[in-house]
C-alpha cells in the first residue's frame, strides 16, 4: 500500500518547545518531512489559553515553512446536543476562522475552507447537533463575508464511534454535506510512530461512509503530554485539489 504526506496537530502553540527544539522543526526532523498541514482549534473570538489557536505567535512559524493551519471546531462536550446548540457554536466557530485570517485574505485565498468538527466520541455527535453546526457554519460564513468564503463542515471522529458516522450519514440524506472525515485510530499505539502505509481496512468505520477519508490520526501524544499527534494523509486523493487548497496557509503579515 502507498503511502500519504505526514500531517500534526496539537493543542498547544506551534511555537512550543520539545526538548529545547521548536515543536515543528522537532516533528520534521522526526517525519522526515516538514508537515503538510498543522491542526489547531478554533471556539470563539472570545477563547482564550493556549489550546485556542494564537494567530500572533503561530502565523509566522507556519507560514516560513509552507505548514497549512487545518482548523479544528472545539466545543467536544457539546456534540450530542440540539440544533440550537449546533446553531450556536457554528457561528462563533465561522467568526472566529474568519476574524482570525481575515475575510479578504481568506477569499483571495480561494475562499473555501474545511472545518473538522471535534468528535471524540464520548459523547457522540447528534444528528440535531450536526445539521444545526453545518448548516450554520456554511450559511453564517457567507452571510459575514458576502458571499466571499464559505467554510466546509468535515467531521474528525474515530473509527469505532457508529453513532457519529451513522448521524453524519443521515444527515447527508436529508441535504447536510459532510466534505471530508478525519479519523483517529491508534492501530499503533501511542507516542511517536513512523508515517505508516495507508491500511483502509484498518481505517474505516463499519458504516457506508457520507464523505471521503482524508486523513488518518495514527498515533497521539507524540513526545509526552504537551507534544503533537501523528497524521497522514489519504495517498489516493488529490492532495492539492481535495486538502491542501481547502486549508489555511496563514499570511505573510500578522492579522
Not at 219 to 229: F, I, S
Request: charged share 20%; hydrophobic share 40%.
Amino acid at each position: 500500500m502507498a503511502k500519504g504526506s505526514p500531517g500534526a496537530d496539537s493543542s498547544v502553540p506551534v511555537t512550543s518547545l520539545i526538548d529545547g527544539q521548536g515543536m515543528v522543526d522537532q516533528a520534521t526532523g522526526f517525519f522526515g518531512s516538514v508537515p503538510v498541514f498543522w491542526g489547531r482549534y478554533f471556539t470563539s473570538v472570545s477563547t482564550t489559553g493556549i489550546v485556542e489557536y494564537r494567530h500572533m505567535r503561530e502565523n509566522p512559524v507556519l507560514r516560513a515553512k509552507r505548514i497549512r493551519v487545518l482548523p479544528i471546531a472545539r466545543q467536544t462536550k457539546r456534540v450530542n446536543g440540539t440544533a440550537a446548540d449546533g446553531t450556536a457554536d457554528g457561528q462563533v466557530n465561522a467568526e472566529d476562522v474568519i476574524t482570525t485570517f481575515g475575510k479578504d485574505y481568506l477569499a483571495a485565498q480561494g475562499g473555501q475552507f474545511y472545518v473538522f468538527l471535534d468528535v471524540e466520541s464520548t459523547p457522540p455527535l447528534s444528528l440535531s447537533y450536526y445539521r444545526g453546526w453545518a448548516q450554520t457554519l456554511m450559511a453564517h460564513s457567507r452571510d459575514i463575508t458576502l458571499d466571499r468564503v464559505s467554510l466546509l463542515p468535515c467531521v474528525y471522529g474515530t473509527k469505532f464511534d457508529t453513532t457519529t458516522w451513522n448521524n453524519v450519514a443521515m444527515a447527508k440524506q436529508q441535504g447536510i454535506p459532510c466534505f471530508g472525515a478525519w479519523i483517529a485510530r491508534y492501530f499503533f499505539g501511542m507516542g511517536c510512530k513512523p508515517v505508516p502505509e495507508w491500511k483502509p481496512e484498518v481505517i474505516t468505520p463499519i458504516i457506508d461512509m457520507p464523505c471521503p477519508i482524508l486523513i488518518w490520526q495514527y498515533a497521539g501524544d507524540c513526545q509526552g503530554n504537551g507534544g503533537y499527534d501523528c497524521n497522514v494523509t489519504n495517498p489516493n486523493i488529490d492532495l492539492d485539489k481535495d486538502l491542501l487548497m481547502h486549508l489555511i496557509l496563514p499570511p505573510a503579515d500578522e492579522v
